[in-house]
């Protein structure tokens, strides 16, 4: 392969344009039928080395910028899902327009860019952060550059699609398979048939994923029945309040964990290179943009503008922690900073509900596209791609993803509703608990405690909180995926663990975009 001067080329962008509006929506999707978002950065690799892995002059360079562009909307559709579709679920019958939504999502898509520009050179080259998912993309990138491993994801990708379709478009396989019917202590245990949940099971791990379940145990089979027959809770509604707000306490109190830990590592950075992490020049361009933003959020939303500049401050700062915590993990829990971020400027004024999740909309797309940017800036770091084509690439596929994106919700909400058993959106219902009030917040701020604790303890309180909070069959579902990729591996030694990211990101993307297209279908 001869190498090009500008590896953002005109095929690049046509490829990457084609691929973002297929992964924006079926991102949107899982999301909200998850309340959760697998980085799709695998997936989008490897389908940029299918296509153009055989073209005439192609580099790698050209198929990094391919996938960066290819990704950018998928976390934006996911800091969409996460917030937005709660506004609906406490207040039935408002919703925001489609042209508000997308003000919402294109500024957060502008703001997560542009501070991530900044944070690049912190993160990538004096700190050296991992990047699990961006090392992940290069290795993939590295082994595959062929596209050997295109058929086994599209395989996949196929199988599921279809199972989909069976199940969803034909009805003809039950979506949830109850294990256990329950009693008067004890809640129902089910399980998702879901090849996605599956699929992400795989990806996460046996670790991340039996902790989530371990949630599930504790919330649902330790905490209730214990305090039903204890008598501290007069009804299963009664614990499933408690249940819920802690829950929502333990990832509350994950971002502030990492608050907390962000800011001794400032001060730590700071005594030892005496360094400003921003120049003059930089803080030029970020008055500037902030400024337009502010204007574009006051003129268009009902945001007000002081709201705005407020908002604009809590935003630099939540991506640089989400940055940091993506660096660091490999986790981005978006909808976390948008709830830290609100409960903020909730403190000083009283935006209405609408205001309410437009701000948080704002901060969860900023920091979903910043966890996606630095990945990709970690892998083209590594292949030795220059930055300033990944960040065009990802400026260019961040606002169109984010009017995919805003199309997709505002599609989804019109014709089958949130809150359903469809689309649970279970990320945007703690955004709608914190924006209308708690209703224990004993169990919330004990849960707060203790995510902080077990955060500065190095362990995964948001995973743990996850499983607290969201229903059992969704929890059952990824810790089966884990133990049969682990038992698969245990088995086969390492052949299966090359293979599980391709199979397992075919999995989802085939779900995913099945369910948008059925969607689509519903609407019309």
């Keep these: 392969m001869n190498k090009v001067r500008n590896p953002l080329t005109i095929r690049a962008l046509a490829v990457g344009i084609l691929g973002l509006i297929i992964i924006t929506a079926s991102s949107a999707y899982v999301a909200l039928r998850m309340g959760a978002l697998p980085w799709p950065t695998v997936f989008v690799?490897?389908?940029?080395?299918?296509?153009?892995?055989?073209?005439?002059?192609?580099?790698?360079?050209?198929?990094?910028?391919?996938?960066?562009?290819?990704?950018?909307?998928?976390?934006?559709?996911?800091?969409?899902?996460?917030?937005?579709?709660?506004?609906?679920?406490?207040?039935?019958?408002?919703?925001?327009?489609?042209?508000?939504?997308?003000?919402?999502?294109?500024?957060?898509?502008?703001?997560?860019?542009?501070?991530?520009?900044?944070?690049?050179?912190?993160?990538?080259?004096?700190?050296?952060?991992?990047?699990p998912m961006g090392e992940a993309a290069y290795n993939t990138l590295i082994a595959g550059k062929e596209g050997k491993g295109a058929p086994l994801l599209f395989t996949s990708l196929g199988l599921s699609a279809v199972f989909t379709y069976i199940r969803d478009g034909l009805g003809k396989i039950p979506a949830v398979l109850t294990l256990f019917s329950g009693s008067t202590l004890f809640p129902s245990l089910a399980i998702w048939v879901s090849p996605m949940a599956f699929g992400i099971g795989a990806i996460i791990g046996p670790i991340l994923a039996l902790v989530w379940f371990l949630g599930?145990?504790?919330?649902?089979?330790?905490?209730?029945?214990?305090?039903?027959?204890?008598?501290?809770?007069?009804?299963?509604?009664?614990?499933?309040?408690?249940?819920?707000?802690?829950?929502?306490?333990?990832?509350?109190?994950?971002?502030?964990?990492?608050?907390?830990?962000?800011?001794?590592?400032?001060?730590?950075?700071?005594?030892?290179?005496?360094?400003?992490?921003?120049?003059?020049?930089?803080?030029?361009?970020?008055?500037?943009?902030?400024?337009a933003a502010a204007i574009m959020l006051a003129l268009f939303t009902e945001i007000t503008i002081i709201e705005a500049v407020l908002l604009i401050i809590g935003t630099y700062l939540a991506t640089y922690l989400s940055g940091m915590l993506t660096g660091q993990t490999g986790i981005n829990p978006?909808?976390?900073?948008?709830?830290?971020v609100l409960l903020a400027i909730s403190a000083v004024f009283s935006p209405t509900l609408a205001a309410a999740f437009s701000i948080a909309g704002v901060v969860a797309v900023a920091c979903g596209l910043t966890g996606d940017v630095m990945n990709d800036l970690k892998s083209g770091s590594l292949v030795g791609t220059r930055p300033r084509y990944q960040i065009m690439a990802e400026g260019i596929g961040g606002i169109i993803g984010a009017l995919v994106a805003a199309f997709v919700i505002y599609t989804i909400g019109r014709t089958t509703g949130f809150g359903s058993d469809m689309f649970p959106a279970p990320q945007a219902r703690a955004v709608a608990a914190m924006a209308g009030g708690l209703e224990n917040h004993a169990a919330f701020f004990a849960g707060a405690a203790i995510g902080i604790l077990l955060f500065l303890l190095r362990l995964p309180s948001a995973t743990l909180g996850l499983g607290v909070y969201l229903p059992t069959y969704i929890s059952s579902a990824m810790a089966l995926g884990a133990v049969i990729m682990a038992a698969c591996s245990r088995i086969f030694r390492g052949k299966a663990e090359e293979k599980a990211a391709l199979i397992s990101s075919g999995l989802l993307g085939g779900e995913g975009i099945t369910g948008v297209i059925i969607a689509i279908f519903m609407m019309f």
């Design 45 to 131: 690799t490897v389908l940029s080395m299918a296509v153009l892995g055989k073209a005439k002059g192609s580099t790698l360079e050209e198929i990094n910028c391919t996938h960066t562009l290819m990704s950018a909307g998928a976390m934006v559709a996911g800091g969409l899902a996460f917030t937005l579709p709660g506004l609906s679920m406490i207040a039935p019958g408002e919703e925001l327009p489609l042209f508000q939504i997308a003000v919402i999502a294109v500024t957060g898509a502008v703001l997560g860019t542009l501070f991530t520009i900044i944070f690049r050179k912190t993160f990538i080259e004096k700190e050296k952060l991992p990047y």
């Design 216 to 291: 599930a145990i504790i919330g649902y089979f330790i905490i209730t029945p214990a305090g039903l027959g204890l008598g501290l809770f007069q009804s299963m509604a009664e614990a499933d309040v408690f249940r819920s707000n802690l829950g929502i306490g333990l990832m509350i109190g994950t971002g502030l964990g990492v608050a907390i830990k962000a800011i001794i590592s400032a001060f730590r950075r700071k005594d030892n290179d005496g360094k400003r992490v921003v120049t003059g020049k930089d803080a030029a361009v970020i008055l500037t943009v902030a400024a």
């Design 334 to 340: 978006m909808e976390i900073f948008a709830i830290l």
